[in-house]
């Protein structure tokens, strides 16, 4: 299938597999330039594995996958992140030997026009004052904006975020909201699977729910605010 648009991500029926298992069942989004775009849905609903098929980590998928007007369905991964997309997953991926400088200097520079390490730091100056702290030392919070700053020297400007916030104090969330808010007004394109809804309508522009591997309803921020009960049925809220 070949799909044209200018969107940084334009999915078109995905599917997806673990193994036998069939998991994505025909995926539609679309994520604007310049837009925060979410993905809202129980827990198992596909969020986080529509955002491992746009990187390629889904070893089986079908349908179309474009990243900046690029076909990605029949890529691997070191093919798809050059296209100006990083994945900030929600393991996060913190190399627990290495310092906090090692690990933000680990990922090579993709494209030109990445955040420098002071811009990073000055996002992140907790991040600063622990620089040759060993990731093992570091807290959740830490952790999380360890893998936020370590994407941000990559020179993407389209960036995926797997629930950023999920098990963090309120101030590290606050100030986690605050970086998101920055980026956004920078012009950079993000999409954001978060539990947290009104984490989510702080940033975002528009949202997909996705229940069993389909998006089963959309709805601009503003809609959402309006008619909060509108999500009741799909989270359980």
């Known amino acids: 299938m070949t799909f044209f648009s200018s969107a940084p991500i334009e999915i078109r029926d995905l599917h997806g597999y673990y193994g036998p298992s069939h ?9 604007p330039a310049g837009q925060v775009v979410t993905m809202l849905g129980r827990n198992g609903a596909g969020k986080s594995t529509t955002m491992r098929a746009i990187m390629g980590l889904l ?3 079908s349908g179309s996958i474009q990243v900046n007007a ?7 991964p070191e093919r798809i992140a050059p296209l100006g997309i990083a994945y900030c997953p929600e393991e996060r991926g913190i190399f627990p030997s290495l310092s906090v400088r090692e ?4 990922p090579p520079v993709l494209q030109q026009g990445g955040l420098s390490t002071n811009e990073v730091l000055d996002f992140f100056p907790r991040l600063a004052e622990r620089a040759r702290s060993p990731g093992t030392t570091l807290s959740g919070g830490e952790q999380q904006m360890l893998a936020i700053a ?12 797997d629930e950023p916030t999920e098990g963090l104090a309120p101030v590290i969330v606050d100030h986690i909201g605050t970086v998101l808010r920055e980026l956004k007004q920078r012009g950079y394109t993000i999409l954001l699977v978060e ?18 591997g389909r998006v089963v309803d959309q709805l601009s921020n503003e809609e959402l605010r309006a008619k909060p009960d509108r999500l009741q049925a799909y989270l359980g809220v």
Do not use: K, S, W
């Open 70 to 76: 690029t076909e990605t369905i029949g890529l691997n």
């Open 103 to 106: 690990n933000l200097l680990l």
């Open 195 to 212: 539990q947290n809804l009104d984490f989510a309508m702080t940033l975002a522009d528009h949202h997909y729910v996705v229940e069993h």
């Open 23 to 31: 998991v994505l069942h025909g995926i539609n989004l679309t994520v």
């Open 59 to 61: 070893q089986r998928r």
């Open 150 to 161: 370590r994407i941000l020297r990559t020179g993407c400007r389209t960036l995926l975020f």
